[in-house]
């Protein structure tokens, strides 16, 4: 029997203003985007439970940063920057990626990257298609378990669609 593989995709936390940043990359998260997502990923952590292997993020700082939050509070021993995971990021290209994974034996995974990516993505992978009903908001989770044969795409199961509101409740 395969192992069962959840994935989950977190949006970055809330960053700075991009009129005050020529490029949109170097965009930092403000100290209350930091702040909230300790928060997050300490619940994550002391009453979720998870532990992820490892970290995918995004090349942005915003997420880079996210994604730092996230291992300091114990998560995820590693992080890998992943550039599918920037705006417009691959989703078939990923599927290679994750496929290889899975073959490692990885069971928890965590993708760090933008909206609207990772809705769409959570679309593709739940029903086939993107179809603009899933919003990850700014430090807010989606929680996907994966088919444990086949493709994942239309196939997995929604198990969290988590606002950080609900996180840091």
Known sequence: MANTTDIYLIRHGIAADRAEYDF????????????????IAKRL????????????????????????????AGLATQIEEYHHLAPAGDIKTWLDWLDKWQQTGGTTLALVGHEPNLGNWAEILVWGEPRGALVVKKAGVIGLSLPETGSPLGRCSLFLLAPPKFLLS
């Open 24 to 39: 949109d990359e170097d965009r930092p998260l403000t100290n209350e985007g930091k702040q909230k997502t300790q928060k």
């Open 45 to 72: 952590k002391e009453d979720f439970k998870l532990h992820f292997d490892p970290i995918l993020t995004s090349p942005l700082l915003r997420a880079q940063q996210t994604a730092e939050i996230l291992q300091k």
